[in-house]
Structure formats: C-alpha cells, structure tokens
C-alpha cells in the first residue's frame, strides 16, 4: 500500500505580473496542497498581495495560469473562501449585525443562518452586546473581531490571510491563531501572506518566500532550513533580503 | 447554503435589500423626502389661512357699520341702498371733509361725475392700517351693487369677467389640445429630472463608499462586480421611487382632504388626458437610454476617484451639461428643427431633456426619436460597461485615480 499523494488545491503556473513596465511577479510557479497551511512571505514589495489578488481574479496576470481546484477563481467556483485582505475595512455607518449578515448572505448563506452564526460568533468573541452597534462606534480592535467573523462565517475550505496580525492586538492575535487551529483540524487549506517568520514557523506547513518577484526559497519548513544550514526562518529571511528589509525600506505593491 | 445557480441573482436581491435598508435609516433621505410635502403643508396651510382671513375681513368690512357721508355726482349710487346703510348725503366736497375733519361723522365718500375718469375719494377717521381698508370696501361696494342692479344677470357675469372661454384645435382632422396632449409623455420628463435631481449624488458616490471603507476586496471575492453595480443601481431606482411615494402620498391625502377650504381644483379631468401610445413608447425608451447613460456616467465617475469628496466635484459638471438645455426651453419647443435644438437632441449628454421635452410637446418625429433613443442607449452600454470596468480594475486603486489606459487593458 503507497500513501495517497495530496492533490493541490492551489496551482500557479508561469505567472508573470506586469504594472506599465515595472515586472511585478517574473514567471512564479508553485502549488499549494489541500489540508495543508501555506505560508507566503516575502518583504513588503515582493509581490505577495499581488499573487493573491491574481490568484482570486482581482488582478488579471500578465501571463500564466492560477488556479483553485483546477480553474480561475470566480465568484461562482465551487470553493468556499475567506479572504481577509491586506487593506481592510467594513461598512462603518451600519450595525455589526448587518454588515455580518450581508457578507454572510454573498457568500450563500441564508440570512437567518448568516444572522445565527454571526449571534453565536459575537457571543464567543465577547460582542453580543454590540450586535447593534454600528463598526465606527467600535474600537479598533472589536473591529478586528467582526472582520475575521466575516472572514470565516462561511466556513471556508480556503482560508487566506493576507498579513493577518498587522494592527492586531495580543487579545485578537490569539482569536486569530484558534480561529487558524479550528480551520485546520476542520482540513481547510490556510494561506498566510506574511513577513513574521515566528508565525510560520509555528503554523505553516510549507512556505515559499519571494524576492523581486519570483522564489528565493519554496518546500517545507525543514526543507528550506535545511538548504539553507538549518538557520531559522528570521535568519534565512535576512539572509535573502539583507538586513535593509527589516527597516521597511522597500516599496509595497 | 445557497448553490452557485441561484447565487447571482440572489446577490443582487441581497445588494437591492442591503443598500434599501441602509438608507432608509439615513435621516438624510427622510429629511430630503419630507421637506417637500413639509414645505407644501406650510404652504397650503398659510394660503388657507390668508384666504379666510381675507375673506372674513372682507364679508366684516362690507357689513360694517359707520356714520357716512355721501356726494354722489355720479348718480350711480342707488339711494335705497345709501339709506340701508345709515348714508346722509352732503351738498358739496369740502362740506363732507369738514365734517370728517370735525368728527363728526366717521366717513365722507365722494363719487366724482365720470367715475371711468376719476376716483372716487374716500375720507374718513383714521382706524389703523389695515382697518382702514374698510372705507374702499363699503365705496366699492356700494358703487358696484348699485350699477349690477340696473343691468341684467348675464351682462353682469360679462361685466365681471365671470365668463368661461373653451378653444378647440384640430390637428390632422382630429381635435388636439396641445397642452392636454403634454400630460402624460411629460410624464418621463419629470419623472427623469425627479430622479437625477434627487439622486445623482448618491449615483456618483455608491462605489466611492466600499474603497473609502476599505471593504472592496472583500466584496469582490465574494460578488461579481457586474452584479454589485446592477444591484446598486437598481435599488437606486426603487428608493427613488420609495421617495416619490413619500413626497406624493401626503400631498394627494391633503389634496383629498382640504380642496374644499383651499377651493382648488384639477384644471383637468384626469379621465380626459390622453394616452398617445407611440409617444409614450418613445418617451420611455428615451427615459430609459437617458437614465441609464447618467446612470452608468455617474458610477464610472464614482468608480474611477478614490473619494467621495473627489466624486463631488464631478457632479457640477456632469449636472450643467445635462440642464443646460432647460435653459432653451422655449427654443427647443418654438424651433424643433434649428441647429442648436438638433444639436442638443443629439448629443448625448444633452440630449435627454430636449428629447423628452420635444417628445411630450409633439415635435419629435418617430424617426428621429428612434435614432436618438439608439444613440442614448448604446452610450448608456458603454457607460455601464466602463462603469463595471472601472468599479473591478479601478476599485482597489485606494488612492489613486485610475488612468484612462487602465481601463482597455
């Protein structure tokens, strides 16, 4: 008996990515299993948010194929997503229950099961009394809350997380990392789009890191550290880019 | 769970319902909508008010009673109706003067000989500003009773201009009236500048939200865009409509319930207006190509600036070239076929208010409406395509405008 090879649920083949002249991504190919976390990092600039917004249809590719479950996202693909994007925000003038079941209700929920999950969420994260509120009456970091509630209320099977903790506090960095551990055991597959090391270290099955567009290292965690004499990710990391990356020097895209 | 057969139209539905809602809790959208039938109930209310105290005051002056002096040189005043009134007469002007001037008598009314030529003078005890109207009253009526009485009932009427006219028009054999014939193709017209007017603003700034927010990529993962837009839109339509409702039902409910104190009536049946089916086929192919040409303009604009503020600045714009026309309005009814009403019929931007003017006044031709109507809607297609073209590629462009280029690539 030979174990079953996971079959990917993410394929990025060729993909090139061109602003006016400026070559974003330059023929970028790697896969992404199902079940697995995945770790795409990179310094700021390097072409992570791109890929994603590629890979979910926002950005049309110059060139190349990316894939979920064998064709181009669209809306109306088979694949339940939660997206929580790099820039992010909500409707700050309607209530958090709205807004919850709004979201719910676009990703094919019936809205009186967006409004029972979102109850229940908000009653787990310590904002049942808030139902009502509306986002800008919030703090920061219930905003948060609410954000990753819409992010995962459809249960998704592909969870991606672009530079999830940015602006997060302890408390929601914690929400964040079960609200990851429940995806996992219930075998979705997680992106996390990323620069911190420390959280793919600890989360990440495998992980490709991108330099200028295309990959300066891709495998799993052991398999890149062991190519680079088993350092740690931090320090691979400051190896590729050099340690100008660590000041934020770069450009974003 | 939902099954991705049903998602689109489902998603508009879920569009329409989310953005109604939300501005219906908008205090802004009750206040826009009720200070119309606001401002009317105030309106009616005071000309109702001023109309029964007109008319009280002036059923009190009449039968008001006072010591009165009379020189008739006319010899209009019929003496009868002197004596009812407690008149004494004087022999001479000065004599009458004096007697006001003495106090004592309250009032000295002086009828000249040619009443056509010169006035009849009215001297009398001072009562206040707006009591003292009741000396010409009392002169006026009792100069105009007298003379009414000597001539016949129907002379009277024509005397008093109480006499109705009735034109009948014939066009092409068959009775027309013009204005009557106006009603209800005109109908689009309002109903058009009724929609823009009140909702432009809103048009322009429903995509700017979603990038001020930052909540678009989330959005576009989970709706087309397409259908974003089109359910935007269309919720657009029904609130405008919702808002027609609001400033309609209460000025048809005071209609019903006060036209007898306000004696107002329908200057026509609404049974008689009529119903012209090949213009108001055009007027509503013309009203939806221009709709849906502004309509299409206005999101693209939204779409294609990072800022609600940003968006505004273009309504000015966009506003002036549309009402420009109503400016040339007698033109464009008066010379339907000049350069510069054809000019405005046909280009786009211009062109819904001459089109839809001309249309309910009769003098746009069935051709020429269909051509016009074409152009208009293939420009609202390709509004709505660079609308959605913009909304997709242009909405994660935070800061940014997006270029022109971006848009064919």
Same mark, same amino acid.
């Given at each position: 008996?030979?174990?079953?090879?996971?079959?990917?649920?993410?394929?990025?083949?060729?993909?090139?990515?061109?602003?006016?002249?400026?070559?974003?991504?330059?023929?970028?190919? *790697?896969?992404?299993?199902?079940?697995?976390?995945?770790?795409?990092?990179?310094?700021?600039?390097?072409?992570?948010?791109?890929?994603?917004?590629?890979?979910?249809?926002?950005?049309?590719?110059?060139?190349?194929?990316?894939?979920?479950?064998?064709?181009?996202?669209?809306?109306?693909?088979?694949?339940?997503?939660?997206?929580?994007?790099?820039?992010?925000?909500?409707?700050?003038?309607?209530?958090?229950?709205?807004?919850?079941?709004?979201?719910?209700?676009?990703?094919?929920?019936?809205? =009186?099961?967006?409004?029972? +999950?979102?109850?229940?969420?908000? &009653?787990?994260?310590?904002? !049942?009394?808030? /139902? =009502?509120?509306?986002?800008?009456?919030?703090?920061?970091?219930?905003?948060?809350?609410?954000?990753?509630?819409?992010?995962?209320?459809?249960?998704? &099977?592909?969870?991606?997380?672009?530079?999830?903790?940015?602006?997060?506090?302890?408390?929601?960095?914690?929400?964040?990392?079960?609200?990851?551990?429940?995806?996992?055991?219930?075998?979705?597959?997680?992106?996390?789009?990323?620069?911190?090391?420390?959280?793919?270290?600890?989360?990440?099955?495998?992980?490709?890191?991108?330099?200028?567009?295309?990959?300066?290292?891709?495998?799993?965690?052991?398999?890149?550290?062991?190519?680079?004499?088993?350092?740690?990710?931090?320090?691979? !990391?400051?190896?590729?880019?050099?340690?100008?990356?660590?000041?934020?020097?770069?450009?974003?895209? | 769970?939902?099954?991705?057969?049903?998602?689109?139209?489902?998603?508009?539905?879920?569009?329409?319902?989310?953005?109604? &809602?939300?501005?219906? &809790?908008?205090?802004?959208?009750?206040?826009?909508?009720?200070?119309?039938?606001?401002?009317?109930?105030?309106?009616?209310?005071?000309?109702?008010?001023?109309?029964?105290?007109?008319?009280?005051?002036?059923?009190?002056?009449?039968?008001?009673?006072?010591?009165?002096?009379?020189?008739?040189?006319?010899?209009?005043?019929?003496?009868?109706?002197?004596?009812?009134?407690?008149?004494?007469?004087?022999?001479?002007?000065?004599?009458?003067?004096?007697?006001?001037?003495?106090?004592?008598?309250?009032?000295? !009314?002086?009828?000249?000989?040619?009443?056509?030529?010169?006035?009849?003078?009215?001297? /009398?005890?001072?009562?206040?500003?707006?009591?003292?109207?009741?000396?010409? /009253?009392?002169?006026?009526?009792?100069?105009?009773?007298?003379?009414?009485?000597?001539?016949?009932?129907?002379?009277?009427?024509?005397?008093?201009?109480?006499?109705?006219?009735?034109?009948?028009?014939?066009?092409?054999?068959?009775?027309?009236?013009?204005?009557?014939?106006?009603?209800?193709?005109?109908?689009?017209?309002?109903?058009?500048?009724?929609?823009?007017?009140?909702?432009?603003?809103?048009?322009?700034?429903?995509?700017?939200?979603?990038?001020?927010?930052?909540?678009?990529?989330?959005?576009?993962?989970?709706?087309?865009?397409?259908?974003?837009?089109?359910?935007?839109?269309? /919720?657009?339509?029904?609130?405008? !409509?919702?808002?027609?409702?609001?400033?309609?039902?209460?000025?048809?409910v005071l209609y019903l319930l006060f036209k007898d104190q306000l004696n107002f009536s329908l200057p026509v049946e609404l049974s008689a207006i009529p119903i012209d089916g090949e213009r108001m086929a055009l007027g509503a192919l013309i009203f939806i190509g221009s709709y849906g040409l502004f309509t299409g303009l206005l999101v693209a604009i939204g779409a294609?600036?990072?800022?609600?503020?940003?968006?505004?600045?273009?309504?000015?714009?966009?506003?002036?070239?549309?009402?420009?026309?109503?400016?040339?309005?007698?033109?464009?009814?008066?010379?339907?076929?000049?350069?510069?009403?054809?000019?405005?019929?046909?280009?786009?931007?211009?062109?819904?208010?001459?089109?839809?003017?001309?249309?309910?006044?009769?003098?746009?031709?069935?051709?020429?409406?269909?051509?016009?109507?074409?152009?208009?809607?293939?420009?609202?297609?390709?509004?709505? +395509?660079?609308?959605?073209?913009?909304?997709?590629?242009?909405?994660?462009?935070?800061?940014?405008?997006?270029? *022109?280029?971006?848009?064919?690539?």
């Amino acid at each position: 008996m030979t174990k079953a090879q996971p079959s990917p649920l993410v394929e990025v083949k060729d993909f090139s990515m061109k602003f006016g002249k400026t070559t974003v991504i330059d023929s970028l190919n *790697f896969e992404i299993m199902k079940g697995e976390t995945f770790g795409l990092l990179g310094s700021n600039g390097s072409g992570k948010t791109t890929t994603i917004r590629a890979l979910l249809g926002i950005y049309k590719p110059t060139e190349g194929k990316l894939y979920i479950e064998n064709k181009a996202y669209t809306v109306d693909s088979d694949v339940t997503l939660g997206y929580l994007p790099e820039e992010r925000g909500l409707y700050r003038n309607e209530s958090v229950l709205d807004v919850m079941i709004y979201f719910g209700t676009l990703k094919r929920m019936r809205p =009186n099961e967006a409004k029972e +999950w979102s109850l229940n969420y908000l &009653k787990r994260v310590g904002l !049942f009394d808030k /139902a =009502n509120v509306k986002i800008d009456k919030l703090s920061g970091g219930q905003q948060q809350k609410v954000q990753l509630g819409v992010t995962i209320m459809n249960h998704p &099977k592909l969870l991606i997380l672009d530079e999830p903790t940015k602006g997060f506090d302890p408390v929601n960095r914690r929400l964040l990392m079960d609200i990851i551990e429940e995806r996992q055991a219930d075998g979705a597959t997680v992106v996390l789009v990323t620069h911190h090391m420390e959280e793919v270290e600890k989360l990440c099955d495998r992980l490709i890191l991108l330099k200028d567009g295309s990959a300066a290292a891709y495998g799993t965690v052991e398999q890149v550290r062991a190519a680079h004499n088993n350092k740690s990710l931090d320090d691979i !990391f400051v190896d590729v880019y050099g340690h100008h990356a660590l000041q934020g020097g770069e450009q974003h895209v | 769970m939902r099954y991705k057969g049903e998602s689109n139209m489902f998603n508009i539905g879920t569009v329409i319902g989310f953005e109604i &809602k939300r501005t219906l &809790k908008k205090k802004s959208f009750w206040i826009g909508a009720l200070s119309v039938p606001a401002l009317l109930i105030g309106v009616v209310f005071i000309i109702w008010l001023s109309n029964k105290s007109a008319s009280e005051t002036s059923d009190q002056f009449k039968n008001e009673r006072y010591s009165l002096v009379v020189l008739d040189e006319s010899e209009r005043v019929n003496p009868a109706l002197l004596s009812q009134f407690g008149a004494q007469t004087v022999e001479n002007k000065q004599k009458g003067i004096d007697q006001v001037e003495s106090g004592t008598t309250d009032a000295f !009314f002086y009828y000249p000989n040619d009443v056509a030529e010169n006035p009849v003078e009215a001297y /009398a005890k001072d009562t206040g500003m707006f009591e003292n109207s009741k000396y010409q /009253a009392v002169a006026e009526m009792l100069l105009e009773e007298s003379v009414a009485a000597t001539v016949n009932p129907a002379d009277r009427e024509v005397l008093r201009g109480n006499v109705a006219y009735e034109t009948t028009t014939y066009r092409d054999g068959e009775e027309y009236n013009p204005l009557l014939h106006m009603i209800a193709p005109g109908i689009f017209l309002v109903l058009f500048y009724f929609l823009i007017a009140m909702f432009g603003s809103q048009m322009l700034t429903s995509t700017t939200e979603e990038k001020e927010n930052r909540v678009i990529e989330m959005l576009l993962t989970t709706i087309e865009a397409k259908s974003l837009i089109v359910g935007k839109i269309i /919720a657009l339509i029904l609130l405008a !409509f919702i808002q027609a409702l609001v400033v309609i039902l209460p000025i048809l409910v005071l209609y019903l319930l006060f036209k007898d104190q306000l004696n107002f009536s329908l200057p026509v049946e609404l049974s008689a207006i009529p119903i012209d089916g090949e213009r108001m086929a055009l007027g509503a192919l013309i009203f939806i190509g221009s709709y849906g040409l502004f309509t299409g303009l206005l999101v693209a604009i939204g779409a294609a600036v990072p800022t609600a503020k940003e968006a505004n600045g273009f309504l000015g714009v966009v506003f002036m070239l549309l009402f420009a026309p109503l400016y040339a309005v007698s033109l464009i009814i008066s010379s339907p076929d000049s350069l510069a009403v054809q000019i405005l019929s046909y280009f786009p931007l211009t062109a819904p208010i001459p089109l839809l003017l001309r249309n309910a006044a009769g003098t746009l031709p069935l051709s020429e409406g269909l051509v016009a109507a074409a152009i208009l809607a293939v420009c609202a297609v390709i509004a709505m +395509w660079v609308a959605i073209r913009l909304f997709r590629y242009g909405a994660i462009e935070y800061s940014n405008r997006l270029s *022109f280029k971006t848009l064919f690539k």
